[in-house]
């Protein structure tokens, strides 16, 4: 099994080479790590531990990776996929342990998305387990977190340290569902949540572009139509087409009266249902960090674009911390709740769009920053936004009463309101354009 290494935010998934040996024999030097594992990876353990997670890669038994933290590019500690069956399309996630300096932060969550992600979307798995020791608060509480089912607890199933006292092993399982997770499934909430920051975006964007009367558009991952309005209101094209993945989203894209004169399909970024050089120019407004080949998603918009038109692109700095609700994100992650992120947040990055573009043949190719301001009538209009985004939404609804307080007390911190009770708040995105 080849995997790459899997790139995170906060984190870097590397698969296990001898190079790590040394960094994460000092990362497991810790005795609070291993008061409750099954193994203990510290001291003379280590190189048996290290050694024997190698060899169960090269059986095909494991795939073990090392977990770099992004902040200071230390690695702090090793997770794994287990008990893989391609057959029966399942694996386990486990044998994961973190230096105490990363317990409570984002790098557990992080992990078991990134590898929860890979899981099913790209080796295509149907199933995901957890497996933790029943004695094991820490594990097991972080594991219920993410939103997995208990199945229940398996009798003396392993050996605990030194050979003596088998232990139960809980059994939280995850189906299938990862893909749904960052999906923009209900277009009035989306209009609310982002469809205003999109527009204020947009607006920066349009002015960048300075597009030209009577030009063919297509508007790739048009969502419910928020910035495709706005092209249409100051560009007068002769036509325009948008496509994405969600038919709720395309449905409230119809209604708007002001896109009599678009069309709207279903369709894949990496595969757009259109012949070569159909277009004069094609926008990606808000969606290249959800394409999970983004020099594909580039490469198509070239290929349906004819010479001389326009390809070009707006994202939210993901790796910057341009996003819009940022800041939500960061407390909820430092509260130990996974929050969803897109499968390719790296391409938000403004060098990576310009080696994206480049890379797909592009001639003429400029980038710039964009940076809007948003303001909330006061606290509770910003906390009924946020509760309908596809990306925290569900994710506050599980969270316990004494933890939304909490979390409530730290985002009021976070967002000063002036004296009429209205909070402000900025995002930044980085923009692309290229010449076919």
């Not at 392993?158 to 399982?173: C, T």
């Not at 509260?335 to 499968?343: D, I, K, N, Q």
Request: charged share 25%; glycine share 10%.
């Amino acid at each position: 099994m080849h995997i790459p290494t899997l790139r995170g935010c906060w984190v870097d998934l590397e698969p296990l080479e001898e190079a790590h040996r040394e960094p994460l024999r000092r990362a497991a030097d810790d005795e609070r790590i291993w008061a409750t594992t099954l193994t203990r990876a510290s001291g003379d353990g280590f190189d048996t531990w290290f050694s024997g997670a190698l060899a169960e890669r090269e059986a095909g038994r494991k795939f073990p990776f090392a977990v770099r933290r992004l902040a200071d590019r230390a690695c702090v500690g090793s997770t794994s996929y287990l008990d893989i069956s391609p057959h029966h399309k399942r694996l386990e996630i486990g044998s994961t342990w973190y230096h105490p300096t990363s317990w409570g932060t984002a790098v557990n969550p992080e992990c078991k998305l990134l590898l929860l992600t890979h899981a099913f979307e790209v080796l295509g798995v149907q199933r995901v387990a957890f497996v933790t020791d029943v004695l094991n608060e820490r594990s097991r509480s972080a594991i219920a977190k993410l939103g997995a089912t208990r199945e229940g607890v398996l009798r003396s199933h392993m050996i605990s340290q030194g050979g003596k006292n088998p232990r139960g092993l809980a059994f939280p399982d995850s189906a299938n569902g990862m893909t749904d997770q960052i999906r923009f499934n209900d277009g009035a909430a989306y209009e609310r949540y982002m469809g205003k920051w999109s527009q204020l975006a947009g607006e920066t964007f349009l002015d960048w572009l300075a597009p030209k009367s009577g030009l063919r558009w297509l508007d790739v991952g048009c969502g419910n139509g928020a910035f495709t309005e706005m092209l249409v209101d100051r560009s007068a094209p002769v036509s325009v087409q948008g496509i994405d993945p969600s038919d709720a989203q395309l449905a409230r894209a119809r209604t708007r009266p002001a896109l009599r004169v678009a069309q709207f399909r279903q369709g894949d970024a990496m595969a757009q249902p259109f012949p070569d050089d159909a277009f004069d120019a094609a926008v990606m407004p808000l969606v290249i960090f959800f394409v999970p080949d983004p020099a594909k998603g580039v490469a198509e918009m070239a290929r349906v674009v004819c010479p001389g038109g326009t390809v070009a692109a707006y994202a939210w700095d993901m790796f910057g911390g341009g996003f819009p609700y940022e800041a939500l994100q960061v407390e909820m992650r430092g509260l130990g709740v996974a929050v969803p992120v897109p499968p390719s947040p790296g391409a938000s990055r403004i060098d990576a769009m310009r080696d994206l573009w480049t890379g797909a043949g592009l001639d003429a190719v400029e980038t710039r920053e964009i940076t809007v301001q948003r303001t909330f009538a006061d606290f509770d209009d910003y906390w009924t936004t946020i509760l309908g985004g596809p990306s925290v939404g569900p994710r506050l609804a599980a969270m316990t009463s004494e933890d939304i307080a909490l979390l409530k007390a730290r985002m009021r911190v976070r967002l000063t309101a002036d004296a009429t009770g209205r909070i402000s708040s900025s995002a930044r995105a980085n923009a692309v354009k290229g010449r076919v």
